[in-house]
Structure formats: structure tokens, C-alpha cells
């Protein structure tokens, strides 16, 4: 009878309801149905359901987000919902956080298929992914003036996204909500969460239950984390003694953008010595990129492993969501965009004035808030290392006149140590997590889990090996 009243339309639903019982899934009721990703190529049978496809955030340019849902490997009725921005500013969420960090799948070696994520932050969290700003992956505007663009224009297309998203997905409107992020998110996820909450106050209606936010390795002030750097790069026995002194002499960081020829010259000197190392990682052996070319031709399983880490990901990564069928399954690229996807954009003009810009007063407004702000840092980065980031979180506990709840001490996982953590009031947390990077759940996705499932369950972590 349903058949006969509703003709191809049934047909097509009970296609996809069948499709998703044999992924062992239920259907949910109000999700999008076509946005429902039946199944990514090469991706291993999993119980949980993945959306995808693109949010307009302005109807008159046709600017349009691109995002990627993950629900929860088991009870997603339960938990909360995260979002997840990577920084650049200008990176893919989708190709970082996703398919490299904390997704649910990392690329096989070849680029031609996918490998369960087991610590995949899912096992806590509904994901939510975002391709921010336009320009960024496959999110766009038809109007290529979109990509001159800036932090302001980044937090309010940020906002109507998540307006209109929770129309497609209303059941999760009510969930608890958390914000988090990495890099240049530092600038991104503070000034969502203010826009946020500037919303809810003028909102008579619906208002977003944001629980706290998270953020790693975060760009919070330049001059700060960029004066880290060096000192950073001179005590992991990178540069030397002199260069390091040069560096002193010569470099006033807090006046980044007139620095002199003679600190151009110091910085200059610092690029050669660095080639060899990967300043997102010191630790991390590099990927040489012709022994993957020569891999994905083989069609083999990727054997360039560092500390247990596949250091050519980033090749397979883009290999894999540049496959036509990837993207078809993803229903991403539906304007055929000019160009392939990349992890970082090279449309976006981003504002240099914004990069300068601290983000401690944000900070310290969302905290007054009632927001807790959990910040946690890779101690392997030199690019934002945890010397700038302790520092200002110092500072910044100090401006909101905190005294140390938790004093800095170890926290572990599985008996070994996880990394160091300090708290200031109930509000302010600083962690490092031991052995990680830039990336931290791609460098160490054990202890980046059991850190984001403590914060998501409002727990401490763990002060003794029991």
C-alpha cells in the first residue's frame, strides 16, 4: 500500500532503510536522509551512521560549509555533540581532524580505501566537522570576493551554520555541546564561542548548550608563541647557543610585522637548520614523498612508521579524498570545483591584521560566562610550542584572579604518563600530553582520547597509575 501511494519515493526510502540495516544501524527519524552516508569506498562494516554535505550560510553569494558527522560508535541518544575546526588559518577540518586525528577511519596505504580509527574520539562524542572558512576543501562561494576574509566574517558564517545545521538535525539540538580545536582554532573556537553566547542572550527561543570548550596547541598570541618558538627550537638542541642569542638580539616580537633585516637574517638561518626536522613534530621522522608516490602505484600498505605513527598519512589522506568516488559518496564537490582538494587552501586571503590579534580577553570573557576552557598542548610542537601556551594561561589566571586549584603535576594513562596538568579555579585547565605534537591525537591518540572523553565527562584526569 505504502508502495502504491508513494511510488519512487518508497522505493528509494526503503532502499536506503535496507542499506543501513545491513551496516547494522537503525534509521534516524528527522536526520537528513540526503545528506546519509551509506557507505565511504574501501571502508571497513561499522555501526554507527555518517553524514555529509553542505550548510549555505548566505543565500545572496551562494557561500556554502561544507561538514562531515560522525555519531558516537555506540549510544549516540546519549552523548554530546563536539564540533571540531582545524586551524591553518585556512586547513580542512574534514581532512584533518577527521580522517588523520580523531576521526572514526585513517587512509590505508595505498590512498585507496580506510582503517578503523580505535581511539577515535566518537567513543565519547558525536563529531561534527566543518570546512571553514569558504575556500577552505570543498566548502565555496560563487562570489570569489568571499575569500578575502577574516576572523569576524570566520565566527559569524560559523554561527549561522550551526543555526541551520541543527535544523537538518534538530534531535541534537538539546545536547550538551562542546567546542574544540587545534592551531589556528585558537582564534577560532574563542570567538565562536563569544558569538555563541552573544546569540543566546539576545535568543528568546533556541539556545546552544555549550558545556566548555577545548582547544590544542592554540595560537593565542603571536608575539608570545612565536618568541616560544625559538626558545623552544634552541632547548630540543636544534639551534645553537649563538643562533639562539642572535635571535634574542636582534628579533622584537612584539612588533612582528617591522621586524629588522638583521631578524629576518637570524630567522633565515633558522629554516636551513630546520629542513631536516619536522617543526610540527621534532620527534617525527619525515615522509619522503617519492617513496609514496611509488607506494600508491604498488598499490601496498604504508610501512614509513615513526613511534608507531604513519608519517606519510597526509599522502594517502589526499590521495584518497581526491577519488571521485570518495567525494561522490561524501556528496562534497557538488559545483565541480576548478581545483583538487587540498588540506590547505590557497584561495583564502586571510586578514594578517587578525593573526596579531590576542585572544586572552575572549577568554576571560567566556570563563565569566560560566564556560569551562580546558587548553592543552603536544609538548613536540615548535610551531606552537607549550612554553608560549603555559605562559599566557599563567597570565591569564592571574587576570581573572584565580589562585591554583590543581598544582602542575603528572596525570597518566595506562600506567606510563599522559602528560602534565594544572587547574586554575573550576574553569581554567592547562595540560601537555606527553609525547604528542602539533596534532595531538594523531601523534598520541590514546592519551588525546582519554584526555577528551575526562573533559567531556567533566572529570579530572587521572592523578595516579590506579
Not at 149 to 173: C, H, I, N, Q, Y
Not at 247 to 265: G, M, R
Not at 431 to 443: K, L, Q
Amino acid at each position: 500500500m505504502i508502495m502504491v501511494s508513494y511510488g519512487a519515493f518508497a522505493v528509494r526510502m526503503v532502499v536506503v532503510v535496507l542499506t543501513v540495516q545491513w551496516l547494522g544501524c537503525n534509521f534516524a527519524e528527522g536526520y537528513p536522509e540526503d545528506d546519509l552516508v551509506v557507505r565511504l569506498p574501501g571502508q571497513p562494516k561499522v555501526l554507527f551512521r555518517q553524514y555529509a554535505g553542505y550548510v549555505e550560510v548566505d543565500t545572496k553569494t551562494g557561500r556554502s560549509l561544507f561538514y562531515y558527522f560522525v555519531e558516537a560508535a555506540t549510544e549516540p541518544e546519549t552523548k554530546p555533540l563536539t564540533l571540531w575546526l582545524n586551524g591553518g588559518p585556512g586547513c580542512s577540518s574534514v581532512g584533518g581532524g577527521a580522517f588523520t586525528e580523531l576521526g572514526p577511519f585513517y587512509p590505508t596505504g595505498d590512498g585507496r580505501g580506510l582503517r578503523i580509527n580505535s581511539m577515535s574520539w566518537n567513543k565519547a562524542s558525536n563529531l561534527l566537522f566543518v570546512e571553514s572558512p569558504a575556500g577552505v576543501g570543498w566548502s565555496y562561494s560563487n562570489k570569489s570576493s568571499d575569500y578575502n576574509t577574516g576572523d569576524e566574517t570566520t565566527a559569524t558564517d560559523m554561527l549561522v551554520f550551526l543555526l541551520r545545521w541543527f535544523s537538518k538535525f534538530p534531535e541534537l539540538k538539546a545536547r550538551d555541546f562542546f567546542l574544540t580545536g587545534e592551531s589556528y582554532a585558537g582564534h577560532y573556537i574563542p570567538q565562536l564561542a563569544d558569538a555563541i553566547h552573544s546569540y543566546n542572550r539576545q535568543s528568546s527561543g533556541f539556545k546552544f548548550n555549550v558545556k566548555g570548550i577545548a582547544i590544542g596547541n592554540p595560537l593565542l598570541r603571536l608575539s608570545t608563541d612565536t618568541s616560544a618558538v625559538y626558545d623552544y627550537l634552541w632547548s630540543h638542541g636544534i639551534i645553537s647557543d649563538e643562533l639562539r642569542l642572535e635571535i634574542v638580539k636582534q628579533c622584537d616580537f612584539k612588533n612582528i610585522p617591522n621586524v629588522s633585516n638583521a631578524c629576518i637574517e637570524a630567522l633565515t638561518d633558522v629554516s636551513v637548520v630546520s629542513r631536516y626536522v619536522d617543526v610540527y613534530d621534532v620527534l617525527r621522522d619525515l615522509c619522503h614523498p617519492s617513496i609514496v608516490e611509488q607506494e600508491l602505484r604498488l598499490q601496498k600498505m604504508a610501512t614509513h612508521m615513526s613511534m608507531g605513527v604513519d608519517v606519510c598519512m597526509t599522502y594517502e589522506r589526499k590521495f584518497y579524498l581526491n577519488l571521485p568516488e570518495v567525494q561522490h559518496a561524501l556528496h562534497a564537490n557538488r559545483t565541480r570545483l576548478p581545483y583538487e582538494w587540498s588540506m590547505c587552501s590557497t584561495l583564502v586571503n586571510y586578514s594578517g591584521i587578525d593573526l596579531s590579534i590576542t585572544m586572552l580577553p575572549l577568554l576571560k570573557r567566556i570563563i565569566q560566562n560560566k564556560t569551562p576552557v580546558f587548553i592543552f598542548s603536544g609538548d613536540q610542537d615548535s610551531i606552537v610550542p607549550f612554553l608560549g601556551t603555559r605562559s599566557l594561561i599563567g597570565e591569564l589566571a592571574r587576570e581573572l584572579n584565580f589562585s591554583t586549584t590543581l598544582p602542575y603535576g603528572q596525570w597518566f594513562y595506562k600506567d606510563q604518563v599522559g602528560g602534565w596538568v594544572t587547574e586554575f579555579g573550576e574553569l581554567l585547565t592547562f595540560a601537555t600530553v606527553r609525547g604528542a605534537a602539533h596534532t595531538v591525537p594523531y601523534g598520541q591518540p590514546g592519551r588525546a582520547l582519554h584526555m577528551f572523553s575526562s573533559i567531556v565527562r567533566g572529570r579530572r584526569l587521572p592523578n595516579n597509575t590506579h
